[in-house]
Each structure stands twice: as structure tokens, then as C-alpha cells.
């Protein structure tokens, strides 16, 4: 069964290094999520992304952070500058044509910024 | 603003027995789903069960049912026949269905469920 998967799945950094979280989505899905959990709250909508371009991003999602789709199958997301509140859980999900409103998700990335 | 709630923080099953998680929502839109993710110890989100707001039918697959009532906003997820391997955080999740491409879910704080052999 085809599935999201995330690399790597634990990262630790320094305050103010760039990090960067990568995603493989389901193949022929279209439509690209990231979200983050920070320890022991609830998931939190960051970023979505269709046709080359955001569709939508919330609050969260400052100017420190950037989402690409580089080539044809990997999403990544961009921390230019860590901050000590960046440490969470960071969630990437996809849905497909067919199912857009289901959203399948990744086994996550832990980022630990020190 | 939409929102969901989940007010028990955690509960606890015997295996075999069946439990039901609780879940309300708020918002004033009409066209809406509704969605169970379970969240392992490994912290995998995994998609449980969804209900579109337009079906009155409560979606149910094995062992997993829901509760939808619209009217009053209220989204349970029955478990029966629980096992040690339902032992996980399980969100409560809503999406409204507005004409973008990409619609975002809003999640509850989560219900720890432990099974208990």
C-alpha cells in the first residue's frame, strides 16, 4: 500500500541553523500538507501546497519557513533560522485527486533544536 | 473560527470491552468532514474512520463506528472488541469544504486510550 514517507526522522540542531525536512508524498497524489506537534499538544496546520505554489499557510508560517517541491516527487520544508520553539514533531500528508479531502500522513520528522 | 473539542484527556478500556471517545465541534459551515486519526507510541498519524456533514449514515469500518449528530455537533468514535493494539492518542478532526484546492484539518487536543489486558 502506498504510503507518505519523511526523512529524517529525527533531526538535532543549533539554534539558527537552517534545517530542512523532506517528504516523499503518495505518487499520484496532487496536494501537500505540513503540520507540527509540538510535545504533548494537539497537531497544528502550518502550510498547504497544490500546483506549484501555497494555497494556504496560517499564522505559524512566517518567513522563516518555505516549502518547495523541487522535483517530481519530493515536498520539503524549510527552517532558515531555528529557534528554540521550533523543537516539535513536523507532520507531512498528501492527498490525491480523487480524495482530496483525505489527507494521508507521514510517520513525521522529530526536530529537536538546542 | 471552527473548533473541536475533546474533554477527556484519557481513558481506559479492558480488551474485549468497547469504549466510546467523545468529540464536539464547532462552526457555522454546512459543507464539512469529520475524521478519527489515531497516533500510535510511534507517533504515526493514521487515518481511523471519516464522516461527510451531508450523509446522515454514521460511517463504520470493523471494529470502528461513529456517532455523527449533526444538529448538535457531536462526533463519537465507538471501539468494540478493543485490543492491546488500539492503545494509542486518538485526535478528532474537522475539515470544511470551501472552493480551494486545499482545505486544512483543525484537531482536538487528543484522548489518550489505554487498553488493558
Known amino acids: 500500500e502506498p504510503e507518505v514517507t519523511q526523512t529524517p526522522s529525527h533531526q538535532v540542531t543549533q539554534m539558527g541553523q537552517e534545517v530542512i525536512l523532506r517528504c ?3 505518487s499520484n497524489h496532487l496536494y501537500f500538507y505540513w503540520y507540527r506537534q509540538i510535545l504533548g499538544q494537539k ?5 498547504s501546497f497544490y500546483n506549484n505554489e501555497i494555497s494556504e499557510k496560517s499564522e505559524i508560517f512566517d518567513d522563516q519557513f518555505s516549502v518547495e517541491r523541487p522535483d517530481g516527487s519530493n515536498f520539503t520544508l524549510k527552517i532558515r533560522s531555528t529557534k528554540l520553539e521550533d523543537s516539535a514533531m513536523y507532520f507531512c500528508a498528501s492527498s490525491g485527486q480523487g480524495t482530496r479531502d483525505t489527507q494521508y500522513f507521514g510517520p513525521g520528522t522529530r526536530l529537536t533544536v538546542l | 473560527a471552527q473548533t473541536v473539542t475533546q474533554s477527556q484527556p484519557e481513558m481506559s478500556v479492558q480488551e474485549a470491552e468497547t ?9 457555522s459551515e454546512n459543507n464539512y468532514y469529520l475524521f478519527w486519526y489515531k497516533q500510535p507510541p510511534s507517533r504515526q498519524m493514521i487515518l481511523v474512520i471519516r464522516q461527510e456533514a451531508y450523509k446522515q449514515q454514521n460511517a463504520t469500518e470493523n471494529r470502528f463506528s461513529v456517532n455523527f449528530q449533526k444538529a448538535a455537533k457531536s462526533f463519537s468514535l465507538k471501539i468494540s472488541d478493543s485490543q492491546l493494539g488500539d492503545t494509542a492518542m486518538y485526535f478528532c478532526a474537522f475539515m470544511a469544504r470551501y472552493g480551494g484546492a486545499t482545505n486544512k484539518l483543525i484537531f482536538g487536543t487528543g484522548t489518550l486510550l489505554a487498553v488493558q489486558p
Do not use: A
Not at chain 1, 497537531?43 to 502550510?47: C, G, I, K, N, P
Not at chain 2, 469504549?19 to 462552526?27: A, F, G, I, P, R
Open chain 2, 19 to 27: 469504549v466510546t471517545l467523545s468529540c464536539t465541534y464547532d462552526t
Open chain 1, 24 to 26: 516523499v508524498p503518495i
Open chain 1, 43 to 47: 497537531v497544528e496546520f502550518l502550510v
